[in-house]
């Protein structure tokens, strides 16, 4: 707090100066005809505008008028106006010269509307440009009180917050379901400011110096030359640059997992990856690492599911998570800490916490609940809300701090820059989205897109003609905090730990703790993008570096690109795996999950209603699969066999072996094993959901389709008399997400 001697002061040697002034401003100054100024010792409101200086409604510091909603702004009465508010007769027709004649220069609102459209897009995000969000709550347990002095962690407390997931290479219009890593950015609108935990699907970056972050965003963006790849890392400036900074090595391999390609945002766990540091009311501190841990379970595509879904819906990611919310099916994570204690050396069971290329098994550290997110809202406008909002590492609430990670050290720089040019300008807080739910008193002024309306005259301090305001807050006020961490002394050097210097052992670590399903899909996503390198030195390069990693990993990625198995160049680190980095084996809530159904002219109709029912009971979303649209009986159909999928659903079920339609191509296999030919769509969905290891159900006519497909009998395919038996013992396979003992190595 600002000593009340020096306001005092300011405000004597101020009256001082203007005794002998026309027109004395200062309240109390000899000649001026007002009391003098009381001494400000306690905080206020900012100073209201003076009577002669109106707005033209009353607007909060941050430009919205009370208790009106931010879309109020923007369409306010029956008619079309120009953006002054001018009504609008024709918005049809621009301002000729006669029917036939010139457009006039004079058409102000056919230059208005053009111009406005000119300028629709702006620049999109450097990297993590494709996403979509949706608006929440969360929920804290209290279970965090005792290490952090943030409010929203108090028991009870619940938080608006808004997130958004992204892919991080593609541009706007890119696919969802590409081989990458995910972002998951959270704001939570706490009443202390602002939080922003800006975090990934995978919890280790390839990077340990953000100084490197052009290189590698450089290397996995499109070649400069022709913009080729779009949204892959399956190219060769890709694999060039992990080649040869072996530290990326381990997000690598997650990117090469099946965490590079997620079922939903619903079904990924987020990481905050690098070390926070937590400070509670008495100044103690920890070390914490954030993890988001969903209800759903961490379930992922396959990879011929990704590619077939990139062509047949981009949008399969941003549709499923505004379909689940609309469908009442809201989102859920848990918010999870690995607590650490705050010692000098920052270590934890000899693992470096700065270290943003490592993680701790949560075997070593158990990740402790702390609060619960529900995604509950999808956003009004996309533009207004997933496109304009900005998050940045440095909003922080007090009692959470940063680290020394040299990695979290630059972001803090750059979230805040980047802004700058893909908001035009520095008033980017003042969008929206952006507002925090904290009331604002800043003294930042002007700049490009002021929306705010600022009263008084000292946007400075320490002021006088303001009354002192705004006051800085004191200990016990809520202000942030920065933790007094030692620095030490040390020479000014370009240079990392040698801890840093370990790029192996973990990813090992990770291999090792696949069950054979998953090293069997990272051995193929090696393959296939290595496979699709020109350059031979670079794919010789990597299976080098995969030699490093584990033996078996590299020997079977040679043999597929037809390389030469090379010897490892470092002894093999002897690591424990960690079984919680595997996503086979535990059993999920299915609620949410897509069931196809298929059907025909000649299906067991009440039957299918009651597995509809049974469906929405169990929250499932069952779609009606029909050689035609419209209706079939009572029921409506969701989808044709021209514009169904397999990749669209999780389960099938088939009520039906509809025929081919007149004049159809008739498919190889149909009649082979059934004399009755079928649809070879509908063979299609079933054989296409059999490859992707998927619970398969039939009864009735439906069970000839499984035999004409060859699937019957097998591991996850149900036959059952009735439909409701079918589809209960369909659901009970979700809960695994697939049916694993398909896969050759299972
Ligand atoms: Fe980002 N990152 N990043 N990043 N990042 C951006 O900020 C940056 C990193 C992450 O949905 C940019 O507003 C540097 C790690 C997400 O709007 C930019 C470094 C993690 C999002 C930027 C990193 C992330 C971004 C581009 C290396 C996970 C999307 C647009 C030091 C913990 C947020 C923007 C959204 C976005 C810089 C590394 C997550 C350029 C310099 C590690 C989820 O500022």
């Given at each position: 707090?600002?000593?009340?001697?020096?306001?005092?002061?300011?405000?004597?040697?101020?009256?001082?100066?203007?005794?002998?002034?026309?027109?004395?401003?200062?309240?109390?100054?000899?000649?001026?005809?007002?009391?003098?100024?009381?001494?400000?010792?306690?905080?206020?409101?900012?100073?209201?505008?003076?009577?002669?200086?109106?707005?033209?409604?009353p607007?909060?510091?941050t430009?919205?008028?009370?208790?009106?909603?931010?879309?109020?702004?923007?369409q306010?009465?029956?008619?079309?106006?120009?953006?002054?508010?001018a009504?609008?007769?024709?918005?049809?027709?621009?301002?000729?010269?006669?029917?036939?004649?010139?457009?006039?220069?004079?058409?102000?609102?056919?230059?208005?509307?053009?111009?406005?459209?000119?300028?629709?897009?702006?620049?999109?995000?450097?990297?993590?440009?494709?996403?979509?969000?949706?608006?929440?709550?969360?929920?804290?347990?209290?279970?965090a009180?005792?290490?952090?002095?943030?409010?929203?962690?108090?028991?009870?407390?619940?938080?608006?917050?808004?997130?958004?997931?992204?892919?991080?290479?593609?541009?706007?219009?890119?696919?969802?379901?590409v081989?990458?890593?995910?972002?998951?950015?959270?704001?939570?609108?706490?009443?202390?400011?602002?939080?922003?935990?800006?975090?990934?699907?995978?919890?280790?970056?390839?990077?340990?110096?953000?100084?490197?972050?052009?290189?590698?965003?450089?290397?996995?963006?499109?070649?400069?030359?022709?913009?080729?790849?779009?949204?892959q890392?399956?190219?060769?400036?890709?694999?060039?640059?992990?080649?040869?900074?072996?530290e990326?090595?381990?997000?690598?391999?997650?990117?090469?997992?099946?965490?590079?390609?997620?079922?939903?945002?619903?079904?990924?766990?987020?990481?905050g990856?690098?070390?926070?540091?937590?400070?509670?009311?008495?100044?103690?501190?920890?070390?914490?690492?954030?993890?988001?841990?969903?209800?759903?379970?961490?379930?992922?595509?396959?990879?011929?599911?990704?590619?077939?879904i990139?062509?047949?819906?981009p949008?399969?990611?941003?549709?499923?998570?505004?379909?689940?919310?609309?469908?009442?099916?809201?989102?859920?994570?848990?918010?999870?800490?690995?607590?650490?204690?705050?010692?000098p050396?920052?270590?934890?069971?000899?693992?470096?916490?700065?270290?943003?290329?490592?993680?701790?098994?949560?075997?070593?550290?158990?990740?402790?609940?702390?609060?619960?997110?529900?995604?509950?809202?999808?956003?009004?406008?996309?533009?207004?809300?997933?496109?304009?909002?900005?998050?940045?590492?440095?909003?922080?609430?007090?009692?959470?701090?940063?680290?020394?990670?040299?990695?979290?050290?630059?972001?803090?720089?750059?979230?805040?820059?980047?802004?700058?040019?893909?908001?035009?300008?520095?008033?980017?807080?003042?969008?929206?989205?952006?507002?925090?739910?904290?009331?604002?008193?800043?003294?930042?002024?002007?700049?490009?897109?002021?929306?705010?309306?600022?009263?008084?005259?000292?946007?400075?301090?320490?002021?006088?003609?303001?009354?002192?305001?705004?006051?800085?807050?004191?200990?016990?006020?809520?202000?942030?905090?920065?933790v007094?961490?030692?620095?030490?002394?040390?020479?000014?050097?370009?240079?990392?730990?040698?801890?840093?210097?370990?790029?192996?052992?973990?990813?090992?670590?990770?291999?090792?703790?696949?069950?054979?399903?998953?090293?069997?899909?990272?051995?193929?996503?090696?393959?296939?993008?290595?496979?699709?390198?020109?350059?031979?030195?670079?794919?010789?390069?990597?299976?080098?570096?995969l030699?490093?990693?584990?033996?078996?990993?590299?020997?079977?990625?040679?043999?597929?690109?037809?390389?030469p198995?090379?010897?490892?160049?470092?002894?093999?680190?002897?690591?424990?795996?960690?079984p919680?980095?595997?996503?086979?084996?535990?059993q999920?809530?299915?609620?949410?999950?897509?069931?196809?159904?298929?059907?025909?002219?000649?299906?067991?109709?009440?039957?299918?209603?009651?597995?509809?029912?049974?469906?929405?009971?169990?929250?499932?979303?069952p779609?009606?699969?029909?050689?035609?649209?419209?209706?079939?009986?009572?029921?409506?159909?969701?989808r044709?066999?021209?514009?169904?999928?397999?990749?669209?659903?999780?389960?099938l079920?088939?009520?039906?072996?509809?025929?081919?339609?007149?004049?159809?191509?008739?498919?190889?296999?149909?009649?082979?094993a059934?004399?009755?030919?079928?649809?070879?769509?509908?063979?299609?969905?079933?054989?296409?959901?059999?490859?992707?290891?998927?619970?398969?159900?039939?009864?009735?006519?439906?069970?000839?389709?499984?035999?004409?497909?060859?699937?019957?009998?097998?591991?996850?395919?149900?036959?059952?008399?009735a439909?409701?038996?079918?589809?209960?013992?369909?659901?009970?396979?979700?809960?695994?997400?697939?049916?694993?003992?398909?896969?050759?190595?299972?």
């Amino acid at each position: 707090r600002k000593p009340v001697e020096a306001v005092k002061e300011a405000v004597q040697h101020a009256a001082a100066k203007l005794t002998d002034a026309a027109t004395p401003r200062v309240p109390g100054a000899p000649g001026s005809g007002t009391p003098a100024l009381a001494e400000p010792t306690e905080p206020a409101e900012p100073l209201p505008p003076k009577p002669e200086q109106g707005t033209p409604e009353p607007r909060t510091p941050t430009g919205a008028v009370p208790g009106c909603p931010a879309a109020a702004f923007a369409q306010q009465g029956a008619y079309l106006t120009t953006a002054q508010g001018a009504r609008l007769r024709d918005t049809d027709h621009s301002l000729k010269a006669g029917a036939r004649g010139p457009i006039l220069l004079q058409d102000h609102h056919f230059r208005e509307k053009i111009t406005h459209f000119d300028h629709e897009r702006i620049p999109e995000r450097v990297v993590h440009a494709r996403g979509a969000g949706a608006h929440g709550v969360f929920t804290a347990y209290g279970t965090a009180e005792a290490i952090t002095r943030a409010g929203f962690l108090k028991k009870g407390r619940e938080t608006p917050v808004f997130v958004r997931f992204s892919t991080v290479l593609g541009s706007r219009g890119s696919a969802d379901t590409v081989r990458d890593t995910r972002g998951f950015a959270t704001k939570f609108y706490t009443d202390e400011g602002t939080f922003d935990l800006v975090g990934n699907n995978i919890p280790v970056f390839f990077i340990q110096d953000a100084i490197k972050f052009p290189d590698v965003i450089h290397a996995a963006k499109p070649h400069p030359d022709r913009e080729i790849p779009q949204a892959q890392s399956a190219h060769d400036t890709f694999w060039d640059f992990v080649s040869l900074h072996t530290e990326a090595q381990h997000h690598t391999m997650w990117n090469m997992s099946d965490r590079g390609i997620p079922r939903s945002y619903r079904t990924m766990e987020g990481f905050g990856v690098h070390t926070f540091r937590l400070v509670n009311d008495a100044g103690a501190t920890v070390l914490v690492k954030f993890h988001w841990k969903p209800r759903l379970g961490v379930h992922s595509l396959l990879w011929e599911e990704a590619q077939l879904i990139s062509g047949v819906d981009p949008d399969f990611h941003r549709r499923d998570l505004y379909d689940a919310i609309e469908a009442g099916a809201y989102p859920e994570w848990e918010l999870g800490l690995q607590v650490f204690p705050d010692t000098p050396e920052e270590t934890f069971a000899g693992i470096d916490l700065l270290d943003p290329t490592k993680i701790v098994p949560e075997e070593l550290a158990e990740v402790q609940r702390v609060g619960k997110l529900v995604l509950n809202r999808t956003p009004s406008n996309f533009f207004a809300e997933s496109e304009q909002v900005a998050f940045h590492l440095g909003n922080l609430p007090p009692g959470i701090d940063v680290t020394n990670d040299p990695l979290l050290q630059g972001r803090l720089f750059s979230y805040l820059d980047t802004q700058l040019t893909r908001l035009a300008g520095p008033n980017f807080p003042q969008i929206p989205i952006n507002r925090p739910h904290a009331g604002v008193n800043d003294m930042l002024r002007d700049g490009f897109h002021q929306h705010a309306v600022h009263a008084g005259v000292a946007p400075y301090r320490p002021n006088s003609l303001d009354g002192g305001n705004p006051f800085e807050a004191g200990d016990d006020e809520n202000a942030f905090v920065d933790v007094p961490v030692r620095v030490a002394e040390a020479p000014k050097i370009r240079a990392n730990p040698v801890s840093f210097a370990d790029h192996f052992s973990q990813t090992r670590l990770f291999w090792q703790s696949m069950t054979p399903v998953e090293q069997e899909h990272i051995v193929h996503a090696y393959t296939f993008e290595l496979g699709k390198c020109y350059e031979q030195a670079i794919k010789e390069r990597q299976v080098q570096c995969l030699a490093d990693i584990d033996p078996v990993l590299c020997e079977r990625v040679a043999t597929g690109l037809g390389l030469p198995v090379p010897k490892p160049t470092t002894p093999l680190a002897e690591v424990v795996p960690s079984p919680a980095l595997s996503q086979v084996g535990a059993q999920w809530p299915a609620e949410g999950r897509i069931v196809g159904i298929v059907v025909g002219p000649d299906a067991d109709l009440p039957g299918v209603t009651a597995v509809r029912e049974a469906a929405f009971g169990a929250g499932l979303v069952p779609l009606v699969i029909a050689p035609h649209g419209g209706q079939l009986g009572d029921l409506t159909v969701q989808r044709t066999f021209d514009t169904a999928r397999s990749v669209e659903f999780d389960a099938l079920l088939l009520a039906a072996a509809p025929a081919p339609a007149p004049g159809a191509v008739r498919d190889a296999k149909a009649g082979t094993a059934d004399p009755a030919p079928i649809d070879p769509r509908v063979l299609r969905l079933a054989e296409e959901a059999w490859r992707h290891a998927k619970a398969i159900g039939a009864w009735g006519d439906g069970t000839a389709v499984l035999r004409a497909a060859g699937i019957a009998g097998t591991p996850g395919v149900i036959s059952a008399y009735a439909g409701p038996d079918t589809f209960a013992a369909v659901q009970e396979l979700l809960a695994t997400h697939r049916v694993w003992q398909r896969f050759a190595s299972v």
